[in-house]
């Protein structure tokens, strides 16, 4: 018999504290014969500054996990802490002034206001956070800041996509999510959309958390957590971030 294969292990832990911190972190839908477990254990300490890779295939449980270290959803067990705060346990108010506060989405769906031009659906954002970048200077960011007036139909999907994370950071979050942001995108305008994410997390310093299941892309990373079946089964530090442009695409 072929000996038990090993967990793999958390990051080697650090003197400042992590921006989250999840142990056991678990996540079952449904009940008795039905249930599904799209989370079983999970483990990590992430870092301010660092940009992320989580790294599987459909259903290995990467989803959920942006989905609980976004307040999008709570877990069923085990304990997940946003710096001093404990998300595991708060209520949907306390999930919605975390989100509101210290996270930004970006998703594959650009999800932008048609009637609204890029200027107009950042300053959406913009107006309600505390201490926001002005639109103009979060759409120059990811390097459209001559595209301002521009309503959504006038623009490629990838300066579409970049308006998108504009409207993300516009807010300044401690914490940037993307769910698969070049999943609907050719190569060429992918690697123009990565190169603002990566841009966003050396600039601002931003946390960033990406989610794929291209394996190309986690060369950008610092770190790469690999997961397969509601587990991570890999920690990859990288001695050097690859730039963009020069992945094996």
């Not at 259903?59 to 877990?75: A, H, I, Q, R, V």
């Not at 050719?186 to 959309?193: A, C, K, Q």
């Amino acid at each position: 018999m072929p000996p038990a294969a090993t967990p793999a292990s958390p990051p080697s832990p650090r003197a400042d504290q992590p921006v989250f911190c999840a142990r056991g972190l678990t996540k079952t839908y449904g009940d008795g014969d039905a249930v599904v477990r799209a989370l079983a254990g999970v483990d990590l300490d992430f870092y301010a500054g660092e940009l992320i890779v989580l790294l599987g295939a459909s259903g290995s449980g990467k989803s959920t996990l942006l989905n609980l270290l976004g307040g999008l959803d709570s877990p069923t067990a085990g304990t997940l802490r946003y710096r001093d705060h404990d998300l595991g346990t708060a209520d949907e108010a306390g999930l919605t002034r975390f989100r509101r506060d210290a996270v930004g989405f970006v998703f594959q769906a650009y999800n932008l206001i048609p009637s609204l031009t890029a200027r107009e659906n950042v300053a959406l954002i913009a107006e309600i956070a505390r201490d926001p970048l002005a639109p103009e200077e979060a759409l120059a960011l990811v390097g459209l800041g001559a595209r301002l007036d521009h309503f959504p139909a006038q623009l490629s999907g990838g300066e579409q996509q970049r308006v998108a994370i504009a409207r993300a950071i516009a807010k300044r979050p401690e914490v940037l999510m993307c769910d698969e942001p070049t999943g609907a995108l050719d190569v060429r305008t992918g690697v123009t959309v990565l190169e603002a994410v990566e841009r966003i997390n050396r600039e601002l310093g931003t946390l960033t958390v990406i989610i794929t299941h291209n394996a190309v892309i986690a060369d950008m990373a610092g770190r790469v957590f690999t997961l397969s079946d509601g587990r991570i089964v890999g920690v990859r530090q990288n001695a050097h971030r690859a730039a963009v442009a020069s992945l094996a695409w």
